[in-house]
C-alpha cells in the first residue's frame, strides 16, 4: 500500500532563517505531488505541484520553492522565512494520469515564526 | 478559474437530527472531492463524485453531485459527535489539481 511522510512535525524558526521540509512517497511510482499551506481557520492553499522530476510548477509568488530531486521525494524550501510564512503545510500525492482518485496527504508540518 | 465556495462556515448541529451542507462552485469541473480535518490533523478522503447525479454513502454521510446546478451536497443523518470536525468539498483540475473550499465546521452538541 501506499505511504507519505511528512517531516518534521512542528517546527519553530525564527524569521530569516531558511527552510526545508521534505515528504516521501512509498508504494508507488510517478506520482503527482503538491505542497499546500494552510493557515490558522482557513482553508487549503496549493503552493507547488509536481508531474515529475525537476518539474515544479508554482501557483502563487512567494519566498517559497519547490525541489524534485527524485521520483518519489518533494522538498519545500526557503532562504528566509517570513512572518507570513506561519501556518500548517501538508504535502499530497496522487497517482499520474488518474482523475478518479483523490489527493492523498500526509501528517503535515506545523511552522511557527517567531 | 475555479472557484469553490462553502457556507456556512460552522454549523451547530444536533445530535440525532439529519443536515445537509452544500457545496457551490463556481465553473465546469467533472469532478468533486470531499475531505475530512480534525482539528490539529490532516486530511481525510471521504468521497470523490466523478459525474452529474453521482452520489455515493459511507455510514450516516452521503454525497452527491449536481454538474448542471455546479452544487455538490453532503447529507449528514442522524448526527453523533463523531461527526465533528471540518469538511472541505474540491473541484478538480488540470494534473490533478484541487481548489478547495474554505471548509464547514461541523459541531454536534448533544
Known amino acids: 500500500s501506499q505511504t507519505i511522510h511528512q517531516w518534521p512535525a512542528t517546527l519553530v524558526q525564527p524569521v530569516g532563517s531558511p527552510l526545508s521540509l521534505e515528504c516521501t512517497v512509498e508504494g508507488t511510482s510517478n506520482p503527482n505531488l503538491y505542497w499546500y499551506r494552510q493557515a490558522a481557520g482557513r482553508g487549503l492553499q496549493l503552493l507547488f505541484y509536481s508531474v515529475g522530476i525537476g518539474q515544479i510548477s508554482s501557483e502563487v509568488p512567494q519566498n517559497l520553492s519547490a525541489s524534485r530531486p527524485q521520483d518519489r521525494q518533494f522538498i519545500l524550501s526557503s532562504k528566509k522565512l517570513l512572518l507570513s510564512d506561519s501556518g500548517f503545510y501538508l504535502c499530497?500525492?496522487?497517482?499520474?494520469?488518474?482523475?478518479?482518485?483523490?489527493?492523498?496527504f500526509g501528517d503535515g508540518t506545523r511552522l511557527s515564526i517567531l | 478559474e475555479l472557484k469553490v465556495e462553502q457556507n456556512p462556515l460552522f454549523l451547530s448541529m444536533q445530535e440525532g437530527k439529519n443536515y445537509t451542507i452544500y457545496c457551490n462552485y463556481s465553473t465546469t469541473s467533472d469532478r468533486l472531492y470531499w475531505y475530512r480535518q480534525d482539528p490539529g490533523k490532516s486530511l481525510e478522503s471521504l468521497f470523490v463524485?466523478?459525474?452529474?447525479?453521482a452520489v455515493k454513502q459511507e455510514g450516516r454521510l452521503m454525497a452527491s453531485l449536481d454538474t448542471k446546478a455546479r452544487l455538490s451536497t453532503l447529507h449528514i443523518t442522524a448526527a453523533v459527535h463523531d461527526l465533528s470536525a471540518t469538511y472541505f468539498c474540491?473541484?478538480?483540475?488540470?494534473?490533478?489539481?484541487?481548489?478547495f473550499g474554505k471548509g464547514i465546521t461541523l459541531s454536534v452538541r448533544p
Open positions: 499530497a500525492w496522487s497517482p499520474l494520469g488518474t482523475f478518479n482518485q483523490p489527493q492523498h
Open positions: 474540491a473541484g478538480g483540475g488540470a494534473n490533478s489539481k484541487l481548489t
Open positions: 463524485l466523478l459525474s452529474n447525479g
